[in-house]
């Protein structure tokens, strides 16, 4: 495992860039990366890196909603999805609104014209769950369900950033 040796991060509650070290440590043949600090030093928030939120995650976040094995495995929730994807109630609603703007018919139909050109199982099982998609967001429970799952993630990344931000602005006027 390659692993840069430091690198610069930005603050996703208070915006402070500082510098992150990064080593692996071997222990009983497992390696583990370590980052120093661990946490930002002028709000200690918890140091989180998240993917590019894209139409592939939104699509991930639909499916674990739909329920579709692999994703209710890798993710059980649209809740703990959330919770994994995304840190600030902006980048729920940033990803919240990639989901809404899915063009799920196109969706369907790009898996279809795959499914005639050879046997996929996983997208078989993917084009059926596109399906129910399409039809609970066509009656509107679809993206009701996804507000009321991201509610209280939302509620929970409010409260880490408003208590990371009081300790920001506290250590500020030091």
């Known amino acids: 495992m390659r692993v840069a040796p430091s690198t610069t991060v930005t603050c996703f509650v208070c915006g ?7 080593r692996v440590e071997l222990e ?11 946490a930002c030093p002028f709000c200690d928030a918890p140091l989180r890196s998240i993917p590019k939120l894209d139409v592939g995650v939104a699509k991930s976040l639909l499916l674990t909603e739909a329920g579709a094995p692999e994703e209710k495995k890798t993710y059980g ?4 999805f959330l919770e994994r994807f995304t840190r600030t109630e902006a980048e729920v609603d940033t990803l919240l609104t990639l989901a809404r703007e899915l063009d799920l018919d196109a969706w369907e139909e790009g898996n279809l014209a795959r499914l005639q050109r050879g046997k996929d199982a996983e997208l078989k099982t993917e084009t059926k769950f596109v399906a129910k998609l ?3 967001a066509g009656d509107g429970g679809l993206f009701e369900r996804l507000q ?4 209280p993630v939302k509620d929970a990344h409010r409260a880490l950033w408003n208590r990371h931000m009081a300790l920001f602005q506290q250590r500020k006027h030091r």
Do not use: D, I, W, Y
């Open 16 to 22: 402070s860039t500082f510098t992150v070290h990064n």
């Open 28 to 38: 009983g043949g497992r390696r583990t990366l370590l980052q120093e600090p661990s």
């Open 77 to 80: 929730t649209v809740a703990r």
């Open 134 to 136: 399409r039809k609970e």
């Open 148 to 151: 009321q799952a991201a509610a």
